[in-house]
């Protein structure tokens, strides 16, 4: 059994993201649409049953490319959306900056949230307690593997420490996670354990 973690393509640049409305640039849709072709094309080794994305624009746009070269519907959901940053989101950096003045991700304390937004630490139950339900329905076959899920940035760098069993804050080091990157999750031993790191091999 495999998930395969993959970041939306490349998006607007200039604008703070989060719960961000704002779509893919052009360099975004043709990763995307790189990716999809390159899955398809090694379908027997990817082996993809089921889609998942987030429902945010960005993730959307990207599996619509998945959607397209697999004809395959994906299954969309706010349970896999970056962190709520709540005022802020798609809100172009310098009103940010003039508005919510050192506001950021990583300034927050863990119980401190964006503000209409969540905090750091209900944002990593959110993510974590939606993958382990994943991985449970998985198991029991409520869902068929392998699965695709598209996702962001901060959504899979909480995934690996949590598959890490790392201590995660709002101020951990980032994992290396590219635009439209597979990170390969897969059952071995009874353990849900890391088996690819940010493959690029579509670009």
């Not at 209900?122 to 339900?133: D, G, P």
């Amino acid at each position: 059994m495999k998930i395969f973690l993959v970041r939306h393509g490349a998006d607007e640049e200039g604008f703070r993201g989060g719960w961000s409305k704002r779509g893919l640039v052009e360099q975004g849709v043709l990763q995307s649409r790189r990716l999809g072709e390159y899955l398809h094309r090694y379908q027997d080794e990817y082996g993809i049953r089921t889609m998942m994305s987030s429902d945010l624009t960005r993730a959307v746009e990207t599996t619509r490319e998945m959607e397209r070269s697999f004809n395959q519907d994906a299954i969309y959901s706010q349970d896999w959306r970056e962190m709520n940053n709540g005022y802020l989101a798609g809100m172009p950096n310098q009103e940010a900056e003039n508005r919510y003045p050192g506001v950021y991700f990583n300034t927050l304390d863990m119980d401190a949230p964006f503000p209409g937004g969540e905090t750091p630490k209900h944002f990593y139950n959110r993510i974590t307690k939606a993958f382990e339900s994943l991985c449970r329905k998985l198991e029991c076959q409520e869902v068929k593997s392998n699965v695709l899920l598209v996702t962001h940035g901060g959504v899979i760098n909480v995934l690996y420490y949590h598959l890490n069993r790392q201590e995660w804050t709002n101020k951990s080091p980032f994992f290396p996670i590219d635009n439209t990157s597979v990170h390969t999750v897969e059952m071995i031993s009874d353990q849900w354990k890391i088996t690819e790191k940010n493959s690029m091999k579509h670009l």
